[in-house]
């Protein structure tokens, strides 16, 4: 059972040599999320690297009887020193993978429908 102060998603703020504790809009940003493995890992790795703005993605999982995953986006800096925040890039690579999701599903579940009328004719 999860205790109310459970947290899925850690986001952990950059130390930019400041004493600002940034999260918001940083170009990288290092996420833990925990009761996750290498499933969602490496899908949301390889649906993050095709977006043109990530520089790098990567992520591990720090030992095998840990069931949490951490996981690292840089993006490039553009011509005009801006980049896209990590996070959105993130959020970005969730939505992404979700449909990718929803669509295999909706072709399975289509082709299974196929097979059981084909097997009741």
């Known amino acids: 059972m999860q205790s109310n102060d459970y947290v899925k998603l850690q986001v952990c703020p950059v130390d930019d040599n400041t004493n600002a504790k940034l999260t918001v809009g940083a170009p990288n940003l290092s996420f833990i999320i925990r009761d996750e493995d290498h499933t969602l890992g490496n899908s949301l790795r390889y649906v993050i690297m095709k977006n ?15 069931s949490k995953i951490n996981f690292r986006i840089q993006s490039k800096i553009n011509n005009d020193s801006t980049s896209t925040p990590a996070i959105d ?4 690579g969730l939505v992404d993978l979700k449909q990718m999701c929803s669509i295999v ?3 399975y579940e289509e082709t299974v429908k196929t097979f059981k009328d084909m097997e009741t004719n």
């Open 52 to 66: 043109p703005d990530v520089d790098f993605c990567g992520y591990t999982i720090p030992h095998p009887s840990e």
């Open 89 to 92: 890039i993130f959020r970005q």
């Open 105 to 107: 599903l909706e072709k």
